[in-house]
């Protein structure tokens, strides 16, 4: 839902909240981690799957997003030697 792919009936989401999806990714992977060896084969394949899958949407969504920051105009900072000085 962070990613922003999910769509419920009309309302937007907004923006993707990158920082929560990437937190969330690594809830899940450290409860495979912490569960390795007490999951059954078909509980084991469900975690990393899922893992797999939100780390390549994270990667697609980060991409898109990215473009769109890179195409916005510097802003031009003053350094301490350009800034007036103050009397």
């Known amino acids: 839902m962070q990613l ?3 769509q ?3 309302a937007s989401e907004g923006p993707p909240n990158l920082p929560a999806a990437r937190h969330a990714i690594d809830l899940l ?3 495979a981690e912490k569960t ?5 084969l078909e509980e084991q394949r469900l975690i990393e ?7 390549f949407r994270f990667v ?5 997003k990215q473009p769109a920051v890179a195409d916005k105009p ?4 003053t350094e301490s030697g350009d800034a007036p000085a103050s009397s």
């Open 4 to 6: 922003g792919l999910f």
């Open 8 to 10: 419920f009936a009309e």
């Open 29 to 31: 992977a450290m409860i």
């Open 36 to 40: 390795r060896g007490n999951l059954a």
């Open 49 to 55: 799957n899922s893992l797999t899958e939100l780390r």
């Open 60 to 64: 697609q969504v980060a991409e898109q």
């Open 74 to 77: 510097a802003e031009k900072s």
